[in-house]
């Protein structure tokens, strides 16, 4: 067996890493492609896309119904749900 492992996190480097440039455009890209799924998928508008970060914690990304058309119509056809896996491409 193999001797015991030490790992040591950084956690300056790991907020910068989860906080850069880099990382906010990706989940921005991903928030958008999800955007586009939901548009085609659902008829109305009312979706849009918010970024936020924060120094101690991490860069995040949601797509939100911003309308009360968009929520009754998310709630009754979980339409964000169902366009999530459009992200991931």
Do not use: F, Q, W
Not at 16 to 44: F, H, Y
């Amino acid at each position: 067996m193999a001797g015991k492992v030490n790992v040591r996190l950084y956690r300056r480097a790991h907020n910068e890493i989860r906080n850069s440039d880099k990382t906010m455009a990706e989940l921005e890209r991903r928030a958008n492609l999800i955007l586009s799924a939901v548009n085609v998928a659902s008829p109305g508008r009312g979706y849009a896309v918010a970024t936020s970060k924060h120094r101690h914690s991490r860069g995040r990304a949601a797509v939100l119904a911003v309308t009360m058309y968009a929520r009754r119509s998310n709630a009754k056809h979980n339409t964000l749900l169902k366009c999530l896996s459009a992200g991931r491409g």
